[in-house]
Nanobody, 116 residues
Framework: QVQLVESGGGLVQPGGSLRLSCAAS?????MGWYRQAPGKTRVFIAT???????NYADSVKGRFTISRDNAKNTVYLQMNSLKPEDTAVYYC?????????????WGQGTQVTVSS
């Protein structure tokens, strides 16, 4: 099973930036970021394939950038122009293949708080 470990969360003022990282213990064919605000369901933020194809939620387009380093099995989320409504626990998800099947794995989450 591929394990995922996120890092980089914290407290930032509105308009500020943060970069999240997610390191996988093995190779993945797709990695993504999701977030869950208090009292709400977990929602999609962005994904990136091993080939570099990306997809974003409308709420973060133009502000967030997902990237990955395949050699390090690591995905990043650069978050700019942060807003209070971006406050949430951010989770990394990785998709990998094993025994001819596809599996998903989730990280433990990292808190991002946007507040003055």
């Amino acid at each position: 099973q591929v394990q995922l470990v996120e890092s980089g969360g914290g407290l930032v003022q509105p308009g500020g930036s943060l970069r999240l990282s997610c390191a996988a213990s093995g190779s993945t064919f797709s990695m993504g970021w999701y977030r869950q605000a208090p009292g709400k369901t977990r929602v999609f933020i962005a994904t990136i394939t091993s080939g570099g194809n990306t997809n974003y939620a409308d709420s973060v387009k133009g502000r967030f950038t997902i990237s990955r380093d395949n050699a390090k099995n690591t995905v990043y989320l650069q978050m700019n122009s942060l807003k209070p409504e971006d406050t949430a626990v951010y989770y990394c998800k990785g998709m990998y293949s094993a025994r001819g099947l596809s599996f998903e794995s989730w990280g433990q989450g990292t808190q991002v708080t946007v507040s003055s």
